[in-house]
C-alpha cells in the first residue's frame, strides 16, 4: 500500500504559476503510474494528467495541454505538477493519485491509491 500526500496548494493571480507535489510513502512510488485529477466545487472529478513509472509517457486533459507539466523524481518518491499561466477556471481541489496496474489513463476508477488533496485558488 501507498501514501499519498499532497502540497504546494495555494492562492495566485489569473496568469500565475504554482508547483504542487505529490509524496508517496509506504512502497516506492517507481511502481505505480502517478496521475494528478481535480475537482471544482459543484463538478465531477476530472482528469488532469498522468505520468508512467519511468516517466517516459505523460499525458494531459486538452485544457491544461501546454500549461501544465507533470513530472517525477523517483529517488525521492515524489510527483510534480507545474501549473504555469493559471487561469481561474483552474481553481479547484487537486488530488494525487497512483496506480498499480497498466496504464490507467483518464479513467479514474482505474487508480488505487488518493491522497487527501490541496487546495488551489486561482482570483482574475
Known amino acids: 500500500q501507498v501514501q499519498l500526500v499532497e502540497s504546494g496548494g495555494g492562492l495566485v493571480q489569473a496568469g500565475g504559476s504554482l508547483r504542487l507535489s505529490c509524496a508517496a510513502s509506504?512502497?516506492?512510488?517507481?511502481?505505480?503510474?502517478m496521475g494528478w485529477f481535480r475537482q471544482a466545487p459543484g463538478k465531477e472529478r476530472e482528469f488532469v494528467s498522468f505520468?508512467?513509472?519511468?516517466?517516459?509517457?505523460?499525458s494531459y486533459a486538452d485544457s491544461v495541454s501546454g500549461r501544465f507539466t507533470i513530472s517525477r523524481d523517483n529517488a525521492k518518491n515524489t510527483v510534480y505538477l507545474q501549473m504555469n499561466s493559471l487561469k481561474p477556471d483552474d481553481t479547484a481541489v487537486y488530488y494525487c493519485a497512483a496506480a498499480i496496474g497498466a496504464i490507467p489513463g483518464r479513467d479514474s476508477r482505474r487508480y488505487d491509491y488518493w491522497g487527501q488533496g490541496t487546495q488551489v485558488t486561482v482570483s482574475s
Open positions: 509506504g512502497r516506492t512510488s517507481s511502481n505505480y503510474i
Open positions: 505520468i508512467t513509472r519511468s516517466g517516459g509517457v505523460t
